[in-house]
C-alpha cells in the first residue's frame, strides 16, 4: 500500500509563490505516474498537472500553464509543485495522486493512491 503525504500548503497574497510537496516512503514510487489535483467545497476535483515517473512527460491543465511546475526528485522519492503567480481562483484543497503506470494521466479515476491533501489559500 502507497503512502502519499503532502505538505506546502499555506495562505499568502495574490502573485505570490509556494512549493507542495508529496513524499511516500515507498521505493517504488519513482516508478509511479504522479498527479497534483485541486478541490473545491462543492465542486468535482479537477486536474492540475502529471509528470512521468522519468519526468520526460509533463501535463498541465490550462489554467495553471506558465505559472505552476511539477518536478521530481526520484532519490527523495518527493513530487513537487511549484506555484507561482498564484491567484484568488487557485484556492483549494490541493491532492497529490500516484498510478501504478509510469506515465501520467490528466484523469482523476486513473491514480489508486491519493493523499489526505493540503490547503492552499491565496487572498487579493
Known amino acids: 500500500q502507497l503512502t502519499l503525504v503532502e505538505s506546502g500548503g499555506g495562505s499568502v497574497r495574490a502573485g505570490g509563490s509556494l512549493r507542495l510537496s508529496c513524499l511516500s516512503s515507498?521505493?517504488?514510487?519513482?516508478?509511479?505516474?504522479v498527479g497534483w489535483f485541486r478541490e473545491v467545497p462543492g465542486q468535482e476535483r479537477n486536474f492540475v498537472a502529471a509528470?512521468?515517473?522519468?519526468?520526460?512527460?509533463?501535463y498541465y491543465s490550462d489554467s495553471v500553464k506558465g505559472r505552476f511546475t511539477i518536478s521530481r526528485d526520484n532519490t527523495e522519492n518527493t513530487v513537487y509543485l511549484q506555484m507561482d503567480s498564484l491567484k484568488p481562483e487557485d484556492t483549494a484543497m490541493y491532492y497529490c495522486?500516484?498510478?501504478?503506470?509510469?506515465?501520467?494521466?490528466?484523469?482523476?479515476?486513473?491514480?489508486?493512491?491519493w493523499g489526505q491533501g493540503t490547503q492552499v489559500t491565496v487572498s487579493s
Open positions: 509528470i512521468s515517473s522519468s519526468s520526460r512527460t509533463t
Open positions: 495522486a500516484a498510478r501504478v503506470e509510469g506515465v501520467p494521466s490528466k484523469h482523476s479515476d486513473q491514480y489508486g493512491y
Open positions: 515507498e521505493r517504488a514510487f519513482s516508478t509511479y505516474g
